[in-house]
């Protein structure tokens, strides 16, 4: 059968792939395994090293971050470095929070790590969250099975383009099931395109209109706002990447300590 075969051989480079096998030509000649198989190799090695919950959490990311950010992880890891996904260790006697959102997200995820330091556990989602279809299909997986005290999340510029209706419709079934959680939650408003950026002028306009719907979603629920677009607009031009809606590390610094702050007024309303 065709089917099995190709799980077979799926399988078979997959392992050659982890374990960094050398290839064997059909004429006998061996060609050197491939940087990424050397990759593979490497970071199968570390993985090795982590406690079962640990090697859990990075199990979750290899099924969850895509081969584009996987492959640039495990570099990062390979090396030594510290990112945005590294796994959280809970100090039971602190409250848990969760980040969810996309790129910008996962840029001021560390800031917020090391501004929170000894006050909460920040986890965040294991990937770019990507648009609001992708927060409904992947929200149980994000959320897993542990009880969090404070939720922020955003979806925004992976849906510059969805419908307004089916952008408002999605964010508020997200919000719905954030709520169904007990968490305290938080709205971050999507931070600003602009005009100069390979998608064009209509961008600006674009996310406003997002963030004035994702308002109504927001007042609806009786969810309060970190207003991320607010309080980078005023400086935004020297915090971003030159034609880009990504942020330079001060940009991201701005950012994750002004999440920092909303997070941690929200929890000490919980004394």
């Known amino acids: 059968m065709i089917v099995p075969r190709l799980i077979h051989l799926t399988l078979a480079f997959a392992l050659c792939g ?35 919950e640990q090697q859990a959490w990075e199990t979750i990311l290899e099924h969850n971050l895509g081969k584009t950010n996987r492959l640039i992880y495990e570099r990062a890891k390979v090396a030594g470095q510290e990112t945005e996904y590294d796994y959280t260790k809970d100090d039971p006697k602190l409250p848990r929070v969760l980040l969810i959102g996309d790129s910008i997200s996962c840029g001021y995820t560390l800031p917020v790590r090391r501004a929170l330091a000894g006050i909460a556990n920040v986890h965040r989602a294991p990937e770019n969250c990507g648009t609001t279809e992708n927060g409904v299909k992947k929200l149980s997986v994000w959320l897993d099975d542990g009880k969090w005290d404070v939720i922020h999340f955003n979806f925004g510029i ?7 209706a089916d952008y408002e419709q999605r964010l508020d079934e997200i919000t719905t099931r954030l709520v169904a959680t007990g968490a305290k939650i938080i709205w971050a408003s999507t931070t600003p395109i ?10 600006p306009e674009a996310i406003v209109e997002r963030n004035a719907a994702a308002s109504d979603v927001m007042h609806k629920h009786q969810i309060p706002t970190d207003d991320l677009f607010g309080a980078i607009t005023p400086v935004v031009e020297k915090m971003r990447n030159p034609q880009d809606a990504h942020y330079n590390p001060e940009g991201y610094e701005f950012l994750g300590q002004q999440v920092a702050r909303t997070i941690k007024s929200s929890l000490a309303k919980n004394d």
């Open 194 to 203: 602009p005009a100069d950026t390979t998608d064009g002028p209509t961008m």
């Open 158 to 164: 992976h849906d510059r383009r969805t419908p307004i």
């Open 18 to 52: 982890v374990l960094g096998f050398s290839v064997i030509a059909a004429d006998g000649a061996t060609t050197p395994a491939s940087p990424s198989a050397e990759l593979d190799k490497d970071f199968a090695a570390w993985k090795a090293t982590l406690s079962p």
